[in-house]
């Protein structure tokens, strides 16, 4: 099917997510780009459902974020200056006045940035993490209605997830990825306690501190919800053999929590009485991925925000008590389906892995390898309008999760640290072999693609294998270990050196490694695209691609996006983003 005709009409469908309650109830606050850039909308929640959201004025800025406070006062915002991604922390009143700046770079160029992490419970009080330039995070607790500032804690690769709500108490995470552990701290001594040993992730505290509940693996393969009293001995409160704990929510009154499990790439929702210490399922939610849950402050509701390959992110609501789910605010599925299929394939030397096959057509043709970033990241069924619109050109793609990613437990995430990456990037090409034995792909007509960590993949893949690619595209991804090292911030730099080596003592490792070195290999036409003002990799990623291409005589077209950071967030850019990816892949792979 020709690319210029069908695939340049299908357009972008608006998305809402990071929705928030009210403390009353009555209203949820989200994030949505339905007039084309980020912005906090408010819904009031009505059985009927016909109130219409009002936006509320933030500024220009994309946003990031929204959380309701507690009394109901504020509105915490995360937002990117310049669509990059160092961030701010604003207050603004639910009515869309009294707009403040709390925390983040007020100059530019920005240095440093701000994430707010929740509110505390206590008057106006929102616990914020800090990242300095140099390197350090400050868990900083601040009045968003009188301004004050207290730290309450400050060191490298240390992130808060949580403080009591006397504020006697912190819960702290400290380590690189894949090494992380947590450690509750005596306010304001700031006297430390180990509480679990690696790999801790995601924490909250009971409302007198006394408790902390954290997802971890320690110990298990498989990410569970572990109680971890101040003092005393950890206990389970929910695990299960085939699946992970994507994420929690814990009530404010610390009686309830909300867990949503990762199934295979799906969600499942479990709610547990932390009193009782009991737990019970959900009725499956009318969505296959939950990408946020939050709680009432009583545990009686949930808002989610949810979607499927054919609906955009969109919020619900669930009574907890009844399983019963409504959709309050999001854009219509698609008036037609999008098939999808879970696979499961071995890997050269037997490892399984999987993917999530989307096919354009019945017979072999056109086809795209899809990688997703991370590593420790999973692809997942969402919905991707780039899928719709390479289907709708003919192009057939297949999403896998090669090894190193998440969701299928500690050892295959961790199955591609250091020099084991030499695995990963064959299994790109154990993917590319499936996708042709099963009929999908034309092996003429293969392309890989993918962003972040899979724009490293891709470009890692089309030198190591260049035999079986006849196009590629690099989103913002690495291809020079040494220099993304030296250029990113300097919290990624460190964070990152448990996953992929230490710049100095592995640098023979990171080197040989590193996609650049091995440019004489390349022979697919490369789309290379990426964000003025990413710092996460940073564009001198992409002009060392694009100057080493050209150099070599290899077809390459540019696509530098200047008000962008890693991610595009922009209505705009997103459509021009669609139009050149499938323009190019149109165009070498002959469809």
């Known amino acids: ?86 961030t701010q922390v604003w207050a603004v009143r639910p009515d869309g006045t009294d707009r403040r700046l709390l925390a983040g770079p007020d100059r530019a160029p920005a240095e440093g940035s701000a994430v707010f992490v ?47 709500r006397d504020h006697t108490r912190a819960l702290l995470r400290h380590g690189p990825r894949g090494m992380r552990e947590m450690a509750v701290a005596d306010l304001p001594s700031g006297e430390e306690r180990p509480l679990l040993p690696p ?76 009193a009782a210490g009991t737990t019970r399922p959900l009725p499956p939610p009318p969505a296959e991925v939950v990408t946020a849950a939050r709680l009432s402050l009583d545990g009686t509701l949930a808002v989610l925000a949810g979607e499927s390959p ?14 019963r789910y409504r959709r309050v605010a999001g854009d219509d599925p698609l008036p037609h389906g999008i098939d999808t299929e879970l696979v499961r394939f071995p890997a050269r ?86 996708v042709v034995d099963a009929g999908v792909a034309d092996p003429e007509k293969l392309a890989c693609m993918g962003r972040s960590y899979g724009g490293y993949l891709t470009l890692a893949a089309l030198v190591t294998h260049p035999e079986l690619f006849r196009a590629g595209v690099d989103v913002c991804g690495m291809v020079n270990f040494a220099t993304f090292y030296a250029r990113t911030e300097p919290w990624i730099a460190a964070a990152a050196v448990s996953e ?24 697919a036409p490369l789309l290379v695209v990426h964000g003025a003002q990413d710092t996460n990799v940073p564009v001198h990623e992409a002009e060392q691609v694009v100057l080493a291409a050209t150099a070599r005589g290899v077809p390459c077209r540019y696509l530098l996006f200047q008000d962008e950071g890693h991610e595009t967030v922009r209505k705009a850019n997103k459509i021009a983003f669609l139009d050149a990816v499938v323009g190019w892949l149109g165009r070498w792979l002959d469809c």
């Open 199 to 274: 790999t801790t992730d995601l924490g909250a505290l009971s409302p007198d501190g006394e408790i902390a509940y954290i997802r971890s693996n320690a110990g298990r393969d498989r990410s569970a919800l572990v109680a971890m009293p101040v003092g005393g001995a950890p206990r389970v409160v929910a695990e299960r053999p085939d699946a992970e704990l994507d994420r929690f929510a814990v009530s404010m009154d610390g009686g309830t929590a909300l867990l949503v499990w990762n199934v295979a790439g799906r969600s499942e929702l479990w709610v547990a009485d932390l």
């Open 118 to 164: 929740r509110w505390t419970g206590q008057g106006s009080t929102l616990l914020v993490a800090e990242l300095t330039a140099s390197g350090l995070t400050e868990a900083v607790l601040i009045d968003a209605c009188l301004g004050h500032r207290d730290t309450i804690a400050a060191g490298p690769l240390m992130w808060p997830s949580a403080v009591s």
């Open 349 to 434: 030397d037997g490892l399984e892995l999987t993917g999530w096959l989307y096919r354009a057509g019945p017979a072999p043709g056109p086809c795209v390898i899809y990688l997703h970033g991370g590593p420790e990241s999973q692809e997942r069924p969402t919905f991707n309008p780039l899928f719709q619109r390479l289907l709708a050109a003919g192009i057939s793609v297949f999403a896998p999760n090669v090894r190193g990613s998440s969701g299928f437990g500690r050892a295959f995430q961790d199955a591609d640290n250091h020099a084991l990456r030499f695995h990963a990037i064959d299994d790109v090409a154990d993917c590319a072999a499936y």
């Open 310 to 323: 054919d609906t955009p992110s969109h919020v619900l609501l669930c009574e907890t008590g009844t399983g």
């Open 500 to 523: 992929y080596g230490d710049p100095v003592a592995d640098a023979e490792l990171l080197r040989a490694l590193s996609p650049i070195h091995s440019f004489d290999r390349l022979t």
């Open 1 to 86: 099917m020709a690319a210029s005709t069908r695939s340049l009409t299908v357009d972008i469908s608006w998305i809402c997510r990071f929705p928030a309650l009210s403390p009353d109830n009555r209203a949820v606050a989200y994030v949505s780009d339905r007039d084309g850039t980020p912005r906090v909308w408010v819904q009031p929640l009505t059985e009927n459902g016909h109130r219409r959201a009002r936006v509320i004025d933030t500024g220009p800025e994309p946003v990031g974020d929204v959380l309701w406070s507690p009394d109901g006062a504020w509105l915490a915002v995360t937002v990117s200056p310049g669509g990059g991604e160092r």
